[in-house]
Nanobody, 124 residues
Framework: QVQLVDSGGGLVQPGGSLRLSCTAS????????LAWFRQAPGKEREFVAY????????YYANSVKGRFTISRDNAMNTVYLQMDSLKAEGTAVYYC?????????????????WGQGTQVTVSS
């Protein structure tokens, strides 16, 4: 089992940047496939980005491709989400998630472990 703690959210102006972090404790971090999801007020949770347990394999939602970057540091037990050129529609609570074996990287129901979430607000 692994415990995840999300951090790094805040208030940012449109066009700005933020870097989210998710730090894990518990089982060996490197065995997990990792992802970021987000949930905006009144909307369903949606997939944002994925990073496999073999570094280099990443996948992004079309809405963030080219603006967001997911990365992991296994030595630090941390996964990051660098968010650039933020838009107002990026306002949401962002969650990291982990699973050992994943069949559908975009399906949140397939992930076993979740962080508590960190609020990102994009507003002028």
């Amino acid at each position: 089992q692994v415990q995840l703690v999300d951090s790094g959210g805040g208030l940012v102006q449109p066009g700005g940047s933020l870097r989210l972090s998710c730090t894990a404790s518990g089982r060996t971090f490197s065995i997990y496939n990792l992802a970021w999801f987000r949930q905006a007020p009144g909307k369903e949770r949606e997939f944002v980005a994925y990073c496999s347990r073999n570094p280099g394999a990443t996948y992004y939602a079309n809405s963030v491709k080219g603006r967001f970057t997911i990365s992991r540091d296994n030595a630090m037990n941390t996964v990051y989400l660098q968010m650039d050129s933020l838009k107002a529609e990026g306002t949401a609570v962002y969650y990291c998630a982990a699973v050992e074996r994943v069949n559908s990287v975009t399906d949140g129901a397939r992930y076993d472990f979740w962080g508590q979430g960190t609020q990102v607000t994009v507003s002028s």
